[in-house]
């Protein structure tokens, strides 16, 4: 028979019964099953702090990792500029100039979606709906804020006053009356964030012009909204070239453009001998108003702002507005280049856009004529075998438009 294991065994001076020594031999046992049980549990422990100093660690090691290189991605993330472009309306003039703000950036390195992201909004000629879409551009931190018009201008700044975003501005008659800090006499005396291009239109030379095809001239009828700083401008240097030249300046107000044609019509009953369409943006949008009630009195419409060649004003003279947008591209593309706004100085610029339609003379009541001088100077002609360009036209905007917002109305 084998011998009882040690650590079984009853102490040899120690006298037991039977009963006694086998009850202290299943105790015994009972005591080395619960200290097997009791070191499982201390390894299976041990285990799972291992485990979770692991994961701990990995966790730790991942998070360092990942702030560390935060700064990187951020600067990859904002490598790309974001811009910020509104329009005041949906106008042949406007539509020009943001062409050529964007054709002008591109051509300087930002190229919408691939270098640069231009978000497009447009006001519909609202005034609400474009102070609401400039605290909305001001508050998305654009890296730079683009404008069309003097009424974006001015809802813009507005809402940019003190910020630190630069606002680039275009397609603008006269930033000194815009009320936005600009003075005609300190050309880098502007708000530190806004700088851009002024573009006076040509209003003496378009009198002056249409005395030329008829001499007899006398009344000339402008229907204008008198909440345009721009309208404003043009109206008063209008009254001053009207006065020299002995033309009674007949005027009527409009506060929307659905009031146009009511507007134009009261201008003929009172004795107007031609319609003329200074840069009124809510005028320039109900262009077609003024032209049918042109016709229907047998009265020449002639203009300041450029539209369609052949939409039937007797002349256009104003500005190549796809050019200004270029300028006031290149100045934004100097901006983002790091030039410092506060060392720019606001410039005034009209590049001369002339347009010529012999076709409206037909049916006028009134010895109205293009003399051959005029042809010639004309950029385009238009007559009863079409369209002819003597410069190269403007580019129009396409009809699609990458990264329009969604804050657009039709």
Known sequence: MGQIPATLRLPSNEKHSPNESCGRIFRSGK?????????????????????????????????????????????????????????????????????????????????????????????????????????????????????????????????????KTVQVFGAVADPAVAGVGITHDKPLDHPPNLVGIGSFLPVANAFQIAREMYPGLKTVGVAWNAAEANSRAFVEAARAVCKDMGIELLEANVENSNGVLEAEDSLVSRGAEALWIGGDVTVSVAADSVISAGRKARIPVFSIVPGKPDRGTLFDYGANFYEIGKQTGELAARVLHGEDPRQIPITNSVPAWFVVNTLALKNLKDNWHVPDDILRRADVVVDASGVHMRKSAPKTAKNTRPNQSSRERG
């Open 31 to 163: 005591l080395y099953r619960h200290n097997s049980q009791r070191s499982t549990k201390q390894q299976m422990l041990a285990n799972l702090e291992r485990l979770f100093l692991g994961i701990s660690l990995i966790v730790v090691t991942s998070s360092v990792l990942l702030f560390s290189d935060l700064p990187q991605r951020s600067r990859k993330a904002s490598a790309i500029p974001r811009i910020g472009l509104l329009q005041h309306a949906s106008v042949l003039l406007l539509d020009e100039t943001v062409h050529g703000m964007v054709d002008s950036l591109a051509e300087s390195g930002y190229a919408d979606g691939k270098t640069v992201v231009i978000q497009r909004y447009n006001a519909h000629g609202d005034i609400a709906i474009a102070n609401s879409i400039a605290k909305e551009m001001v508050n998305s931190h654009y890296d730079l804020l683009l404008t069309a018009s003097t009424l974006s201008l001015q809802a813009v700044a507005n809402a940019n006053r003190g910020g």
